[in-house]
Each structure stands twice: as structure tokens, then as C-alpha cells.
């Protein structure tokens, strides 16, 4: 009965910012490492951001400088903060854990559409 439910994402124009969250339910989540992963059509999903149970962050070198991820271990929600979007930033967006064998077990949930475009 893990849930990991996105939301924040959106219609935006090129330069601007959406916030992102993950609300994650059914696990005891400040344990966790997570990340949040992307999918545009036509390619595979990635990587964009992770961050440890203790808070130490990593980003894919598209979004370096661009993107923040964060937690909230209290409200069991993990955000990400995208700031100067480009259009090549349009996917859909998904949280999960930073664990493959985790990842691998269970199941991703509906994601969120961020679009850039004018």
C-alpha cells in the first residue's frame, strides 16, 4: 500500500518555474532515500534529482543549477523546485525511491505533465 502521488506540474512558458511535490503514504519515508524521475514521449525514463534520507542531493547535469529537490520528512513530502525551464524539461514527472530493488517491487504512480512551450 505504498503511494508516492505527484502534483504541482503544469502549462508553463520557457524561463519560467513550476514546484513540484510527492506526497508519499505507506512507508516510514524519512528513511529513504528518493528521486525524482522524468519521461518525455519517445524516450526513457531518467533520473533528474535525488536526495538521501539525510538530506545530501544530486542532480542529472541537464538540470544542474536549475533544479532544487528537497524533503519534508514531518509532512512525508519530497518537492522539487524548477526554475528557468526549458522546453527539453517537458515529461512527465515522477517520484520514487533512489533504490532499484525498491523501485523494481513496486510500482510508479501517475506522474505529473510539466510542459514548457510558448
Known amino acids: 500500500q505504498v503511494q508516492f502521488v505527484e502534483s504541482g506540474g503544469g502549462l508553463v512558458q520557457p524561463g519560467g518555474s513550476l514546484r513540484l511535490s510527492c506526497a508519499a503514504s505507506?512507508?516510514?519515508?524519512?528513511?529513504?532515500?528518493m528521486a525524482w524521475y522524468r519521461q518525455a514521449p519517445g524516450k526513457q525514463r531518467e533520473l533528474v534529482a535525488s536526495i538521501t534520507s539525510g538530506g545530501s542531493t544530486n542532480y542529472a547535469d541537464s538540470v544542474k543549477g536549475r533544479f532544487t529537490i528537497s524533503r519534508d520528512n514531518a509532512k512525508n513530502t519530497m518537492y522539487l523546485q524548477m526554475n528557468s525551464l526549458k522546453p527539453e524539461d517537458t515529461a512527465v514527472y515522477y517520484c520514487?525511491?533512489?533504490?532499484?530493488?525498491?523501485?523494481?517491487?513496486?510500482?510508479w504512480g501517475q506522474g505529473t505533465q510539466v510542459t514548457v512551450s510558448s
Open positions: 520514487n525511491y533512489n533504490i532499484p530493488s525498491m523501485i523494481q517491487r513496486g510500482s
Open positions: 505507506g512507508i516510514t519515508f524519512r528513511v529513504y532515500n
